[in-house]
């Protein structure tokens, strides 16, 4: 299970963008990337989830290198309401329910 | 639609106490799984059940039990409970067995406090 590693947290302020990268040195052929958002007091919600280059959608971009052994989570003009823990996940063929999750990086959003 | 819906979303027990946790999955959705939210940390992943089988389970004691019923709802138990088993509680469900490229969605949690 190939461990991931990312800032424990990071601060921003309102309509910057933020990019949060997660190291994964050890990912394996099949795995895929997923980043999930936490607020407090609720479960984890899916943000976008990518196996390489680029992926895009409403919320966020995902950017993967090449060889895979990172990636960053892009968040375009961010607001107040963004603050919360964004968790990296490498998830392995036959895993997707048994995600592994990290402490996250703590991210706060100031006016 | 509902999204997955989790109870008592609040629950006070003492040590050595029993307690059962409910989840009720997306519509449509035929696997679960549970996981246990420590005070700063991330969620551990605790047991998985798909088509009413166990389908994986985590580094947890034999206390903690699980089980999926006909209708894809899911139960998870703990028996002589600890002070550490405090925690939140999350229940997530998803439409397949468990691909790597599968989402999950989560409820919002049972926070259980054991006094």
């Known amino acids: 299970l190939a461990k991931t590693t990312q800032p424990i947290s990071m601060d921003s302020y309102e309509g910057q963008e933020v990019n949060i990268t997660c190291s994964h040195n050890n990912i394996a052929t099949n795995d895929y990337i997923t980043w999930y958002q936490q607020f407090p007091s609720q479960g984890p919600r899916f943000i976008i989830q990518?196996?390489?280059t680029k992926v895009t959608n409403e919320v966020a971009s995902l950017f993967i290198p090449a060889d895979r052994k990172s990636s960053t989570l892009s968040l375009p003009r961010v607001s107040l309401s963004d603050t919360a823990v964004y968790y990296c996940l490498v998830v392995p063929t036959g895993g997707g329910n048994k995600l592994t999750f990290g402490t996250g990086t703590q991210l706060k959003v100031e006016l | 639609d509902a999204g997955v819906t989790q109870s008592p979303t609040h629950l006070i027990k003492t040590r050595g106490q029993h307690v059962t946790l409910r989840c009720s999955p997306i519509?449509?959705?035929?696997?679960v799984s549970w996981y246990q939210q420590v005070l700063g940390q991330g969620p551990q992943f605790i047991f998985q059940y798909y088509e009413k089988e166990e389908r994986g389970r985590g580094n947890f004691p034999d206390r903690f039990s699980a089980r999926q019923f006909p209708n894809y709802s899911s139960e998870l138990n703990v028996n002589a409970l600890l002070l550490g088993d405090s925690a939140l509680y999350l229940c997530a469900s998803s439409s397949g067995p468990g691909q790597s490229n599968e989402k999950l969605f989560f409820g919002s949690g049972t926070q259980l406090s054991v006094l």
């Open positions: 990518g196996y390489k």
């Open positions: 519509s449509g959705h035929k696997s």
